[in-house]
T-cell receptor, first 111, second 110 residues
Framework: DSGVTQTPKHLITATGQRVTLRCSPR?????VYWYQQSLDQGLQFLIQ???????AKGNILERFSAQQFPDLHSELNLSSLELGDSALYFC??????????FGPGTRLTVL | GIQVEQSPPDLILQEGANSTLRCNFS?????LQWFHQNPWGQLINLFY???GTKQNGRLSATTVATERYSLLYISSSQTTDSGVYFC????????????FGKGTKLTVNP
């Protein structure tokens, strides 16, 4: 158990819908990272938050957004979903610049 | 940019065999991690190893940063070692994103 929690574990929805994925970091970790794992793109960095502020952006679509709340949990919002958004979404946390620990992931299926 | 390449892409072993997985990475990497993704999809931290050698049970890893490669050794493999092994690097210059290789899929047969 990495200490990072993610909910829900599985999500099945239809094209055009909007979903929210939630992540709680390990106690004491200020940084939260979101990654997407798809069959064709592999594991890709989406976005990082540090203590409530966006710190780095990767290959994140404009239809996707994220935020980190004062209690340090983070949410990833995916809207206008397409079939190609089906993937495993991971959240990771770390103390700044340290080892990143990954949550169990949310498996999103868009039908 | 930062690149991380892993070999071999696939590896099939009999239980009890030893194996070596390789990760080559480009310049500007100041952090290397090895992960195991089990068949249920969980990403498990194995090693944080920017340089040097570390051991944890039957697994050990060595990173030679000056030559930009890292090796993961699995000895006396077990069926529970099956899954995909990823290495990932952090780019230097302030970015904290991990860039992953495509992984080595390991199958250990009984």
């Amino acid at each position: 158990d990495s200490g990072v929690t993610q909910t829900p574990k599985h999500l099945i929805t239809a094209t055009g819908q909007r979903v929210t994925l939630r992540c709680s970091p390990r106690s004491g970790d200020l940084s939260v990272y979101w990654y997407q794992q798809s069959l064709d793109q592999g594991l890709q960095f989406l976005i990082q938050y540090y203590n409530g502020e966006e710190r780095a952006k990767g290959n994140i679509l404009e239809r996707f957004s994220a935020q980190q709340f004062p209690d340090l949990h983070s949410e990833l919002n995916l809207s206008s979903l397409e079939l190609g958004d089906s993937a495993l979404y991971f959240c990771a946390s770390a103390r700044s610049g340290d080892t990143q620990y990954f949550g169990p992931g949310t498996r999103l299926t868009v039908l | 940019g930062i690149q991380v390449e892993q070999s071999p892409p696939d590896l099939i072993l009999q239980e009890g065999a030893n194996s070596t997985l390789r990760c080559n990475f480009s310049d500007s990497v100041n952090n290397l991690q090895w992960f195991h993704q089990n068949p249920w999809g969980q990403l498990i931290n194995l090693f944080y190893i920017p340089s040097g050698t570390k051991q944890n049970g039957r697994l050990s890893a060595t990173t030679v940063a000056t030559e930009r490669y890292s090796l993961l050794y699995i000895s006396s493999s077990q069926t529970t070692d099956s899954g995909v092994y990823f290495c990932a690097g952090l780019s230097q210059g302030g970015s904290e994103k991990l860039v992953f290789g495509k992984g080595t899929k390991l199958t250990v047969n009984p």
